[in-house]
């Protein structure tokens, strides 16, 4: 019976990743990386890296692909033709970003609606 296995990472599977984090966090976050590529070392979770983020991975990621495609909140509310405060609550967790305006949003920054759910 084969046996599935694992294949040797070459360079073109590899990507350079530039991440901007708070200090106090530069530590967990490469041993995080060094633990991912390095098999059998510990893993983490976000909340382990980032306890201040647990239960916020929508709103993260909402600002975060904002700020990739270089858009104020006003120029992604007019493009997607929601409310600027609206993005505001959003962000905050203030208000849920729902099926619609997942959809919205998805279209104005090139993602997958299902991210923001």
Do not use: C, W
Request: net charge positive; glycine share 6%; charged share 35%.
């Amino acid at each position: 019976m084969p046996v599935a296995m694992k294949k040797p990472h070459t360079e073109e599977d590899m990507v350079t990743i530039r991440l901007r984090v708070r200090r106090g966090n530069a530590s967990k976050i490469k041993s995080y990386a060094y633990s991912v590529e390095s098999e059998g070392e510990p893993t983490f979770t976000l909340e382990e890296v980032f306890p201040e983020l647990a239960g916020k991975e929508k709103q993260v990621y909402l600002r975060g692909i904002r700020y990739r495609e270089d858009l104020t909140q006003k120029q992604l509310a007019d493009l997607a033709g929601i409310p600027q405060r609206h993005i505001s609550e959003m962000e905050n967790g203030k208000r849920p970003i729902g099926k619609e305006n997942a959809k919205k949003l998805a279209k104005v920054l090139n993602a997958d609606y299902r991210m923001f759910l």
